[in-house]
């Protein structure tokens, strides 16, 4: 499912115009931005957290040329399922 289909979901299943549901979709999408820009964290009991892990800067390799690359440090989300998610999807 990708966030269109989230979307006509949520409109069918709650009798909310495209609209209303596109609105609500992104305000929470981008209530979880700003809390990960934020480093906050972000948990939905029985589905999985949301984070920022911070990584160090590391010496790469250009794999055409085999130089050395310096890769600077980084922030990138993660994301741990939670374990009644994966109880569900272990069932099907």
């Known amino acids: 499912m990708n966030k269109y ?15 209303q549901a596109m609105d609500i979709v ?11 820009k934020n480093l906050g964290r972000i ?3 029985g589905f999985g ?3 920022v892990r911070e990584y160090g ?3 790469g390799r250009n794999p ?3 130089a050395v690359v310096k890769v600077g440090e980084k922030k990138l989300p993660f994301f741990k399922v939670g374990r009644e998610l994966k109880k569900m999807v272990d069932v099907a």
């Open 5 to 19: 289909g989230l979307i006509e979901t949520l409109a069918t299943k709650e009798g909310l115009t495209e609209k």
């Open 26 to 36: 992104n305000l929470i999408f981008n209530g979880f931005t700003d809390e990960l």
């Open 43 to 45: 948990e939905i009991r």
């Open 49 to 51: 957290s949301f984070c």
């Open 57 to 59: 800067g590391y010496a």
């Open 64 to 66: 055409k040329t085999g």
